[in-house]
């Protein structure tokens, strides 16, 4: 059972691992069977300190499960604390916990009609009325005039780009479109641009070149100098007949 050679602290060490008694080759005058259980008087003392220490820790863990049982059952928030909401004693606290009675708030609930229309609300105690009681500024009773044509003359060049593009398929797009040409303005079929003809005020330094235009740019919502000058683009441009407003004769 022993391990034979080695140096005196590797056969102690394998010569106990191996529950041998004894060790053949370095020290061989040492017994070192406790290490295993096997010698009785070793045990007994290690059991006897085993055995007072789990007797010094019952007391502890005995006190700890009976603190937390304590506070789960005492308190306001434990089970004694429902004995105050089942006894109905606090009002506070029995409107909290179980709720109110609506029919004690006014509301019949065995109308077929809508509980809001006559509902006041949970502080008022009177019914609500069917319709609101407010005042309109006189503004809100004043008719606008309808918008006639001759009233896009008048408007500026953003107001009418904004008829054109929000009103699509509608008779003011077409308007709005048709008073753009008369200012200059033309539309480019293939990208989808207004282009004008390019004038010195509408450069900064004044300096025009022959053949540059500008463009309205709806993500901007302003104008732009077009920077291509060799480009033809006038050969894209919507006809100003396709672009007048034309009514079917009767």
Not at 4 to 11: D, E, F, K
Not at 14 to 26: E, F, I
Not at 140 to 165: D, N, R, V
Not at 169 to 197: I, P
Request: aromatic share 10%; charged share 15%.
């Amino acid at each position: 059972g022993g391990v034979v050679g080695g140096s005196g602290s590797t056969s102690l060490m394998d010569g106990g691992l191996a529950g041998g008694v004894g060790v053949v080759g370095g020290n061989a005058n040492l017994d070192y069977t406790g290490l295993v259980g096997g010698g009785g008087g070793n045990n007994q003392s290690s059991q006897t300190r085993t055995n007072a220490t789990s007797t010094q820790q019952q007391p502890g863990s005995s006190s700890g499960s009976t603190g937390t049982a304590g506070s789960a059952i005492g308190g306001d928030y434990g089970l004694l604390g429902l004995l105050s909401v089942i006894r109905m004693t606090d009002a506070d606290r029995n409107r909290l916990a179980l709720g109110s009675d609506l029919t004690v708030l006014g509301l019949n609930l065995n109308s077929n009609d809508n509980l809001y229309s006559t509902f006041g609300g949970p502080f008022s105690d009177k019914p609500a009325t069917r319709e609101p009681h407010y005042q309109l500024p006189m503004c809100y009773y004043m008719q606008p005039p309808a918008l006639k044509t001759g009233h896009l003359s008048k408007f500026q060049l953003e107001t009418l780009f904004y008829i054109f593009y929000a009103l699509p398929k509608d008779v003011l797009q077409a308007y709005a479109a048709q008073e753009l040409y008369t200012r200059d303005w033309r539309y480019h079929v293939e990208s989808k641009v207004w282009f004008k003809q390019a004038t010195p005020s509408d450069v900064p330094n004044g300096n025009v070149a022959a053949g540059q235009y500008i463009y309205f740019d709806i993500n901007t919502w302003e104008r732009r100098l077009y920077g291509n000058v060799n480009q033809n683009i006038a050969g894209g441009f919507l006809p100003e007949e396709d672009v007048r407003v034309k009514f079917p004769s009767s």
